[in-house]
């Protein structure tokens, strides 16, 4: 966590250099003036088809990593 001393420093720093007024712009973001258009549908439905394909490949990374760990606690034994 940032030391409050060093911030109020850095601000006050920025004042005395005229800078106090200045903020960041927030990074410029895509708006789609028709949210409900067939175009955005398809795209959202695109991006949650893929976040699903991504899940699904860590489930059964997951399930491997799992299966391998129980192979290897249990060599040996029985």
């Known amino acids: 966590m940032s030391d409050p001393k060093k911030i ?3 601000m006050s720093d920025l004042e005395l ?3 106090s007024g200045l903020t960041v712009p927030p990074a410029p973001r895509f708006i ?3 949210p409900d258009s067939e175009e955005s549908r398809d795209k ?3 991006e949650h088809r893929e976040h699903e394909n991504r899940m699904h490949i860590l489930r059964q990374r997951a399930k491997e990593l799992e299966s391998t760990e129980w192979q290897y606690r249990n060599i040996g034994k029985g």
């Open 8 to 10: 109020l420093f850095k």
């Open 17 to 19: 250099n005229g800078l």
């Open 32 to 34: 789609n003036p028709y």
């Open 44 to 46: 959202k439905e695109v």
